[in-house]
């Protein structure tokens, strides 16, 4: 009977809070389908099932915080008898955290301080009275309300020791290697403006979308970046799932998979990158979008960035870096010009490509974008 586990949704997580069961025992479910709610130190993360079925029995109650590969359910699988012969009984349902018994002279506090402290969300009994007999009064919760940190200072907190977490992982555990590339988009750029003259401003693309479908083409050509470092080799990736790093406005940063990048139109891209970008910042994405980036592109050019050499994001092997589009001399065939440039950066594993292979990637994204018509 397939067990349906706390999934990984990213290298810096090691644990994850349930928060809501969207289904209950009896519920049929399809792969794909939205069953949890999870709470990480970056987001709340909808997350996903991988097997069809119906759902036999919840092993972890709500408010639980269980590691990643925990049993969060046990899915039937169809045409499997249920509690099938041989499987071992699942162990009970995790208990909700029990709230440690109040002292009796905690239980003190005026009818105006209770009423209070309901309105602002305090738990009384972690507030410490100053009353007589350390009675809580009306003062005591409004003090405590203040120190409470922002629900969402307090993420952006914990997201910032998350990304500090991988990102130190990622630079004592992966030997990067560095290649970089400056590339002409008088082409791209040329061509985006008159195909955005034919649109509605409602449908027009933004140049970055040219720059993510390259990225993914470019991988065909260049396969070993498009996968994962795991258990000591090399796992190319069968499918293109760019990941996107996108800030957030409390602080810090998600990378959520588009998913198969390299096969979508660029009114395709255009549109899922729009809902990927609303959605992570709404604190809204799904599980696969967490876990499934097989190479990552972040850009800094919004924030006046003429380069970015990034940290990749284990356990994949590669990450593309963008800055912002400048104007530069530009010699070609003998003439000087002045053309709009990016600097394109590519950081990779030196145990799954060498800096030949990493060149001639470059290479691939920079032709590519010389022929924009055909992206």
């Not at 009796?104 to 738990?123: C, K, N, T, W, Y």
């Not at 203040?146 to 993420?155: G, I, L, N, S």
């Not at 470092?229 to 602080?251: E, K, Q």
């Amino acid at each position: 009977m397939p067990e349906f586990l706390m999934p990984t949704l990213g290298a810096d997580m090691s644990a994850g809070r349930l928060t809501r069961w969207l289904v209950q025992p009896g519920d049929e479910v399809r792969r794909g389908d939205v069953v949890a709610v999870v709470e990480t130190d970056k987001a709340d993360v909808e997350v996903e099932v991988f097997a069809s079925g119906v759902v036999e029995r919840l092993l972890v109650e709500p408010g639980a915080t269980v590691p990643v590969g925990t049993p969060l359910a046990l899915i039937q699988s169809a045409g499997e008898p249920p509690g099938a012969p041989g499987a071992p009984p699942p162990p009970p349902p995790a208990p909700a955290p029990a709230r440690p018994a109040r002292p009796e002279h905690r239980l003190l506090i005026s009818p105006s301080a209770r009423q209070l402290a309901e309105e602002l969300g305090v738990d009384v009994a972690t507030v410490q009275g100053t009353g007589p007999g350390g009675r809580i009064q009306r003062q005591d919760v409004e003090e405590a309300a203040a120190a409470r940190p922002a629900p969402a200072a307090d993420r952006a907190e914990r997201m910032r020791r998350a990304i500090a977490a991988a990102m130190s992982r990622s630079n004592a555990e992966i030997p990067h290697f560095y290649v970089s590339q400056t590339i002409d988009l008088s082409r791209a750029l040329a061509w985006l403006a008159e195909a955005n003259a034919k649109r509605p401003v409602t449908e027009r693309l933004l140049y970055g979308v040219l720059l993510l479908r390259a990225v993914a083409l470019a991988v065909r050509e260049v396969p070993e970046l498009n996968g994962f470092w795991r258990d000591g080799r090399a796992d190319a990736a069968p499918a293109v799932h760019v990941g996107v790093a996108v800030s957030l406005r409390h602080g810090g940063l998600v990378a959520p998979a588009l998913h198969d990048t390299d096969r979508l139109s660029l009114d395709e891209l255009m549109g899922r990158f729009r809902d990927l970008v609303q959605r992570a910042r709404a604190g809204s994405l799904r599980s696969s979008e967490l876990s499934d980036p097989t190479i990552t592109v972040t850009s800094l050019g919004e924030q006046g960035v003429e380069s970015v050499y990034g940290l990749i994001f284990p356990p994949q092997v590669a990450i593309v870096g963008f800055g912002k589009i400048v104007e530069r001399p530009w010699a070609e065939a003998g003439d000087l010009f002045v053309r709009p440039v990016v600097h394109a950066s590519l950081a990779a594993d030196h145990r799954v490509i060498d800096g030949h292979r990493g060149g001639l990637y470059l290479a691939a994204v920079d032709r590519l974008l010389q022929r924009p018509e055909e992206l």
